[in-house]
């Protein structure tokens, strides 16, 4: 089936507003009456960002567009796409560069009118304009929805894809599709054994030919043969059950992020450092913290490096399920060294609902953040915007706006409003600090020393009211904001 192109240009029909723009750092916000999710972001090795998003009304929401936009190393978007199917929805899933200046698309469809069913998959080049060509279609039997994970160019120039199916309802049936350079299909492979169920999350060619892949919800690795035939299997240690990021540093040693439930409360950043594709032993093991709400890794792939010994990892403080949630939460970003040591951690956002999609290393030794911002304060409708942001190095965002759109935050207070207590999580580089509170007359009502990165504050005695915060050190730490006792 043919795309159905719009004439009109992404300007026309949204805008964009660009901040705080240097070499090293910038925001940008995707802000329309539309509702937008990223799907993906790449850079290239000349600096160009490209990312993809889906869009829909707040009156056809399962009518989704697809979006591909291009942004300047500035943040200045210089180019766009919109395009859908007719009586269909599409996703673009990934966006993988090649060498010659072409790109390939892999996109999912379905019916607008009844989501993930009558899917199919869709391959397209793209060039560095936007513009798409050689597109193939491949549809699967109309009882299959369809959920698609991964995708990679081969070293040959091969695309392998993999996700999964919900057979009637039932259990999620693993897959693989492996495609010429030309999008012809090559081979396949669909589980159908209840004891081999699960959702091919990663993939990655083995320099033997075989194939590595991460099978969701059961928590495992399998090597595969050339024709994807389980070899081995291998639980994920650590129980690092969900959201996985995967970095390869040589061709059989990698860096995986995920959900761990190995500390208690559970659902808290996990980290490793494999030395072989399968064999776990004697491997490296972090996490985040022990958290009090529910963090969860980038939903794309939260790691990425250019250099192993500045690893930058990312996701969503105070997550759960769903795009639309009436709270705050956080992008969180760390960075480690090559042995998994924490350097340093930051906040950003609070003010809205945030969800973390990707963290993307660039080449000048920053990062891209890329997710989505629900502003249930100032709308009453189901619309989120896509936001980008560009980070140095340290994790700042430099600029002289004095008010950007995302506060970059060393230290959060939580919960806000609140009543009998306050919970202060501070970074992980500052080892001690002074909590402040103050009333609206400026007397200060308490105070209070912590050591480490958690702190808990007693404010039963408290009248209701506002109150001003404040959390400083001698380190640089100087966090302030207001705090409302209910």
């Known amino acids: 089936m043919k795309i159905l192109h719009i004439t009109i240009t992404l300007l026309l029909l949204i805008f964009s507003e660009h901040l705080s723009s240097q070499q090293t750092s910038f925001e940008f916000i995707l802000s329309t009456p539309l509702d937008e999710f990223i799907t993906d972001i790449i850079e290239t090795p000349d600096g160009s960002i490209y990312f993809s998003g889906q869009l829909s009304t707040i009156e ?63 391959l397209n080049k793209m060039d560095i304009n ?55 299909s090559l081979k396949a492979k669909v589980w159908l054994e209840n004891d081999d169920n699960g959702i091919v999350f990663k993939i990655k060619e083995m320099p033997d030919g075989n194939y590595w892949i991460i099978k969701a919800l059961r928590f495992r690795y399998e090597m595969l043969d050339s024709t994807f035939n389980v070899i081995t299997r291998q639980k994920i240690p650590d129980f690092i059950t969900g959201n996985y990021g995967v970095k390869w540093d040589t061709d059989t040693s990698f860096y995986l992020l995920g ?79 090559s042995l998994l040591n924490i350097r340093w951690e930051r906040f950003y956002g609070g003010d809205a609902y945030y969800m973390m999609g990707k963290v993307v290393a660039t080449n000048d030794g920053g990062c891209l953040v890329a997710g989505t911002r629900y502003d249930y304060l ?30 970059m935050h060393e230290a959060i207070v939580y919960p806000n409003p609140g009543n009998e207590m306050i919970n202060v999580r501070i970074a992980a580089q500052h080892k001690h600090s002074l909590f402040e509170l103050f009333d609206l007359n400026g007397r200060q009502v308490l105070q209070q020393n912590f050591t480490g990165t958690l702190g808990t504050v007693n404010t039963g005695f408290l009248q209701p009211g506002t109150y001003i915060y404040k959390i400083t050190n001698q380190q640089g730490l100087n966090e302030s904001g207001k705090w409302l006792k209910q």
């Open 259 to 337: 959900d761990t439930h190995l500390e208690r409360p559970p659902h808290t950043l996990g980290f490793i450092r494999q030395f072989h594709p399968m064999d776990t032993t004697g491997h490296l093991y972090n996490h985040w913290r022990v958290s009090d709400t529910v963090d969860f890794p980038a939903e794309m792939n939260g790691i990425d490096f250019k250099n192993k010994d500045s690893i930058f990892m990312g996701g969503t403080r105070n997550m759960w399920l769903g795009y639309y949630n009436p709270w705050p939460s956080w992008f969180i970003v760390l960075q480690t060294d």
């Open 378 to 407: 100032n709308t009453t409708e189901l619309e989120t915007d896509i936001i980008i942001l560009k980070l140095n190095s340290d994790g700042l965002i430099l600029g002289d706006e004095e008010n950007p759109i995302v506060e």
């Open 130 to 184: 936007l513009n798409l060509s050689d597109q193939t279609n491949y549809y699967f039997p109309p009882t299959y929805l369809s959920e698609l994970f991964c995708s990679q160019e081969k070293s040959n120039g091969n695309i392998t894809v993999g996700g999964a199916f919900l057979i009637d309802n039932n259990l999620y049936r693993p897959f693989i599709y492996e495609f010429s350079p030309t999008f012809d």
């Open 60 to 122: 056809q929401p399962d009518n989704k567009y697809a979006l591909l936009a291009k942004l300047d190393r500035y943040g200045s978007m210089s180019d766009s796409n919109i395009f859908h199917y007719p009586e269909k929805s599409i996703q673009i899933r990934h966006i993988i560069p090649s060498d010659n200046q072409l790109f390939t698309i892999v996109s999912t469809v379905f019916d607008k009118w009844n989501s993930w069913k009558e899917a199919g998959l869709v």
